[in-house]
């Protein structure tokens, strides 16, 4: 209920700002006014979806400081605008997507992957009011994957091949597709009237749009099964990868893990750390044993998980061990 009335004035704050001479661009890309729909902008009547794209990396890919860094550096950053502001992916996809000319700051808009040959696809097909879709495979189980190996599949700046590795995973086997682990179920309508806000289509079983990355502290500690066994004069900290690729998956990103070892009263009698980064990351359903001399009467240890990159450190998760 408190999601439905927050969507509708959300949906108001919209409208108001869309009557408004002055009214900024669309946040939801190149959508207001062109071709593929006529209507309006993509937000309009998308509301939930565009909030959450707004919010992910997909809109951030063109304005991402450390992107602004890392191109200013170069004497042709045009070669590397592609995948960072793109045409859309489906016209060619197998190959790099193109660069797109308009509305850079938009990155990964909601054309770059829905928009076919002019027209917008996606996993259901529609010919509601607004626009019509085709229903596209691309949209559905493991063909998803041709989708985010247009831009995920190449070792280009500090990117790494993680489609590559997906393909060799016991994730693919079990058909865990990009979308799966990344694009949280969602059950709700996914179109509303611009006017009224109310819903103008049918409960759909569909998929968030506010893609998970290692900064969601649950999401990053999904990627690891970790256990700790006590073997004579030593403690054995195993930690098995559960993404669909290797961990970390960009450079400059690492995870570290830090062991406290107490005794039966709780009280740390010392520590030890370990960490695996791009450089040497936990490849893909790897399990990696990390050993540690045990302290005289241990009773327990607490294994910290954390995130560090650009100079910041978060803690994903704690696990208390006893024995
Ligand atoms: C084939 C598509 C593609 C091309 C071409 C491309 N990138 Fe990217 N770029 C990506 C993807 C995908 C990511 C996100 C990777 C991730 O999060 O693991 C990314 C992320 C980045 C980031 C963000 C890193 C961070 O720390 O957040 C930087 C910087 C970057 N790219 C630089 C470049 C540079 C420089 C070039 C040109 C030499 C380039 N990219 C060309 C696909 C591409
Ligand atoms: C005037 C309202 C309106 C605007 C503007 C609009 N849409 Fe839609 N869209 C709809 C309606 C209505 C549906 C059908 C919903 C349903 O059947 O559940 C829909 C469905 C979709 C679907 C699902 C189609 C399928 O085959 O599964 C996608 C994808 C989509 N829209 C993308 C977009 C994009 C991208 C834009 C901006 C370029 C946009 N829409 C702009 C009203 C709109
Ligand atoms: C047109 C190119 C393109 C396509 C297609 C694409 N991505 Fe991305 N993706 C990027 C870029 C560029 C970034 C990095 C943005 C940045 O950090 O600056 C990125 C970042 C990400 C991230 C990192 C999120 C985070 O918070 O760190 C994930 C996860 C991701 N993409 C998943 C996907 C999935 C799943 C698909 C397929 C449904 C997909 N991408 C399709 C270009 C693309
Ligand atoms: C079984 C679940 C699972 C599958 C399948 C999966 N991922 Fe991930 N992915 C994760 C987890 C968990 C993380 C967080 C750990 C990390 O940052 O390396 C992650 C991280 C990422 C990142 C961010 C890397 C970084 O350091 O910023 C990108 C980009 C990404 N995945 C893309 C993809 C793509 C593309 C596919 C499909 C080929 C895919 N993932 C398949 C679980 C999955
Ligand atoms: C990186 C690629 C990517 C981008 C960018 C993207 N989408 Fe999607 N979209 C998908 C995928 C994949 C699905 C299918 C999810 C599923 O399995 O239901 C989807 C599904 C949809 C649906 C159908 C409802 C659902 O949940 O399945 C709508 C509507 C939609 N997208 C609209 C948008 C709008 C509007 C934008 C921009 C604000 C956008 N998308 C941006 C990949 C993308």
Redesign the pocket.
């Known amino acids: 209920m408190r999601a439905r009335s927050a969507l509708v004035s959300g949906l108001a704050l919209l409208l108001l700002g869309a009557r408004r001479d002055d009214a900024p661009p669309p946040a939801?890309?190149?959508?207001a006014g062109t071709a593929?729909?006529a209507?309006?902008?993509?937000?309009?009547?998308?509301a939930p979806?565009a909030t959450e794209w707004a919010a992910s990396a997909h809109a951030k890919a063109f304005t991402e400081p450390r992107w602004r860094a890392a191109l200013a550096r170069l004497a042709q950053p045009e070669r590397c605008h592609g995948c960072h502001a793109p045409e859309p992916v489906q016209n060619r996809l197998g190959r790099p997507p193109a660069t797109r000319r308009e509305n850079q700051d938009a990155g990964v808009?909601?054309?770059a992957?829905?928009?076919h040959r002019g027209a917008?696809?996606?996993?259901?097909?529609?010919s509601?009011?607004?626009?019509s879709?085709?229903?596209?495979p691309l949209?559905r189980g493991a063909e998803s994957v041709h989708l985010c190996a247009a831009c995920h599949d190449t070792r280009i700046g500090p990117v790494l091949p993680l489609v590559r590795d997906w393909r060799a995973s016991r994730a693919a086997a079990r058909g865990e597709t990009c979308v799966r682990c990344h694009m949280p179920r969602e059950e709700r309508?996914?179109?509303?009237?611009?006017v009224g806000g109310a819903?103008?289509?049918?409960l759909?079983e569909?998929r968030s749009h506010a893609l998970l990355g290692p900064s969601d502290p649950d999401f990053a500690a999904s990627a690891f099964d970790v256990g700790i066994a006590k073997r004579g004069a030593r403690l054995e900290l195993s930690i098995t990868n559960l993404a669909g690729h290797r961990v970390p998956g960009l450079v400059g990103r690492s995870f570290e893990f830090e062991l406290v070892q107490r005794d039966a009263g709780a009280r740390e009698l010392g520590r030890g750390l370990t960490a695996i980064s791009a450089e040497n990351p936990l490849f893909v359903d790897e399990t990696r044993r990390f050993r540690f001399a045990a302290e005289t009467g241990v009773r327990s240890a607490v294994l910290t998980l954390s995130h560090v990159f650009a100079g910041s450190r978060s803690v994903v998760a704690r696990r208390e061990f006893s024995w």
Not at 28 to 31: D, L, P, S, W
């Open positions: 939801a890309g190149r959508c593929p729909t209507a309006g902008s993509c937000a309009d009547c998308h979806i808009d909601c054309a992957c829905h928009e917008l696809t996606g996993p259901f097909g529609s509601a009011e607004g626009h879709a085709d229903a596209n949209f309508s996914v179109a509303f009237d611009p819903a103008t289509g049918p759909r569909g």
